[in-house]
């Protein structure tokens, strides 16, 4: 990278000395390149800066941005035009960043003389993984107990200050560092892209990931929480080696094609920059005010709404009978899932609860696991009109039962339903029986719950229970 004295020298002078300084930049990593402050603005007409061009959109094209961030490690040569670049890294190897202040005289006066803190992340390109992100690197966790997916080296970084990694948070690292002075910051990558991939076909096309950085200035009480600038690149890392190979096998196939063809992939650039882009975002748990998790209908199916928690949506889970997937889903808000594609719960959840699954997020019903019929005795007596002279009795008689519909097949959750019906407290039923021959009663347990045929009619008794206010009912 070249770097520029602001001193009033000649246009000669200044070209050349970008050229000798970007010279020494590709030849010695960590060497010391100069002091003071540096600008990038004489240097983003350089050939290796044009393919950052094609990948601004066009209200960006020529906004200089306050910071800009250079990965050394060169670019695929067999990215097509205007698709963004894509880094190979191998698994371990230290890479330079270089943290390079690129604002206007007077731009951001805030900060000059200040530290700044940029947090690095690695993260998934891909959205499917990005649902996921939580369970895949617990996996990775699992799998690699006491390693980290991404690591400072800090005895080759330079200009950094306070480098702290998070044990919980194994893809992200932080530090201080100050924009007038000469920052380099060296990180590792040590997870490999084919660790993340489906083995149905061997496992041999790994995922790419995205190195973001985020950059952060101090608010009024001195804390890093104002965003300045973020911005992020394309990488797949490879086991160590791999990615010089892959680079290699890259140029040899590019070789191999017809100078037309060539003309529609990039050339490959010695150095990566991280392009514009959104800030990561910090997802905050914790709300003040509890706002509906889920919108309740006479259903007994409630659809989960965008503004659902992630406590909300485990609820909504465990009530769908989608518990074997809470852990799967710990930390997904009811915006996250249903985000979640078709194609994209089958591949978490497997075919036949992926599908259920989708079904319930878009406010499809499900059909329960079993459905009775109930009529209170004492309103079919009511409603029994006698029969008109030239009348059938048959066609006079009218029934009015209620449907109820249960998941979990257990005696408490009949009671449940029940005593909505009734408009009564749970609590106020104490027993539940069923008449069986004879005349007896047989106390409703779970298991006899689960023998019930589906689409079975009861009528119901009420018994007032003379030890207590509650209710006994029986099904007849």
Known sequence: MAWALKLPLTDEVIESGLVQD?????SGIGQELGAGAYSMSDVLALPIFKQEES???????????????VLCAPTSPAIKLHDETLTYLNQGQSYEIRMLDNRKIGELPEITGKMVKSIIRVVFHDRRLQYTEHQQLEGWRWNRPGDRILDLDIP?????????????????????????????VFIQVHCISTEFTMRKHGGEKGVPFRIQIDTFKENESEEYTEHVHSASCQVKVFKPKGADRKQ????????????????????????????????????????????????????????????????????????????????????????DLLKLTREDVIQICGPADGIRLFNALKGRVVCPRLTIYVCQESQQAREHQPKHENGDAAANTFFV?????????AASELAEKLAQLFNISPRQINQIFKQGPTGIHVLVSDEMIQNFQDEVCFVLDTMKDNTSDGYHIILK
């Open 22 to 26: 970007f010279d020494a930049s590709l």
């Open 55 to 69: 990948n601004l959109p066009p209200e960006t094209e020529n906004k200089i941005l306050p910071f800009q961030y």
């Open 156 to 184: 080759m970084s330079v200009g950094i200050i306070d480098p702290r990694a998070n044990p919980t948070q194994l893809n992200t690292v932080e530090f201080l560092w100050d924009p007038s002075k000469r920052t380099s």
């Open 248 to 335: 290699k096998t890259d140029r040899e196939k590019m070789e191999k094609r017809a100078p037309q063809e060539k003309e529609k992939y990039q050339p490959s650039y010695e150095t990566t920059i991280l392009t514009e882009c959104s800030p990561w975002p910090e997802v905050t748990y914790v709300s003040n005010s509890p706002s509906p998790g889920f919108n309740s209908t006479h259903n007994s199916f409630p659809n989960l709404l965008p503004t659902a928690t992630p406590q909300d949506a485990q609820q909504w889970l465990h009530r769908n009978r989608f518990s074997p997937f809470c852990r799967l889903f710990t930390n997904f808000s009811g915006a």
């Open 401 to 409: 039962y209620h449907a109820i519909y249960l998941e979990e097949l």
